[in-house]
């Protein structure tokens, strides 16, 4: 695997099976652009340059593990979110592009509703890398955004990724089922966001063995007799910690939009507004109590 285009070539053989080649691809140039200085688009543009022989040595143990399924991103130890590098292992969710869109959506409702308050206060719940938190404080600098997470060890990823991203934010181990009896009890926030465990016991017969053997099981899957279990913990809590006109964003399964609906408007939120992502599928709330 001398060229850039041998490396292509190889890892094609290899992993078209199993990921197919559109994926395969993707996974090559995320391996090649991490390992090398190299940006996407040069590795693009010159595929009969040489790989640097440094990171040519790398290359067959990662596609042995990528062999297993092993999520890239695991492999390689982090990702791209919002423009920003993360940190991730198994303790902590893979960041979705969907979530970005989320991020994307709250930004900009911030940056029109509240506008003239200048360090408005954030509770990202459920943190795992810490990829909305620390994002949303990129952009805004001026908020106070606290984020909380069940998991101590994602926690201490989340709060690497701060560091790593240079920004201030206070991370807390909170269990979201238990957060009204947690130490943030007491305050009061402007915006809650949450992108909670979701994922049915139907809808993981269906899910890519890199998901389910890898991706931390406690950040996915709900009880499939309760799949909004999560929303009604979280919708309790913002209900009563936001202040009047505070707005709550949720990413949610896209087969509950209307019953995640239905849940806050039961528990008194207005101006409740359901978003799909780039997919088409059902997969943003908003909503203001
Ligand atoms: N969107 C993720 C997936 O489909 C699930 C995220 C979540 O459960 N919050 O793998």
Known sequence: MKTIKDVFLNFHQVLDE???AQETEAITLMVLSEITDLSRAKIKAFPEDDVPTDAREKLPAILTELKTCKPVQYILGSTEFYG???LVNPATLIPRPETEELVEWALLSLKLNVESQKSFSILDIGTGSGCIAISLK???PDAAVTAVDISAEALQTAKQNAVINEVDVEFIEVDVLK?????????KFEIIISNPPYVTLHDKTLMHTNVTDFEPHSALFVPEDDPLLFYKAIADFAAEKLITGGLLFFEINEAFGKETVELLADKGFTNIELRKDMSGRDRMVKATI
């Open 18 to 20: 199993l990921y197919g």
């Open 84 to 86: 920003l590098s993360f």
């Open 138 to 140: 990129k952009n805004l």
């Open 179 to 187: 957060v009204s009896k947690s130490e943030i009890e007491n305050r």
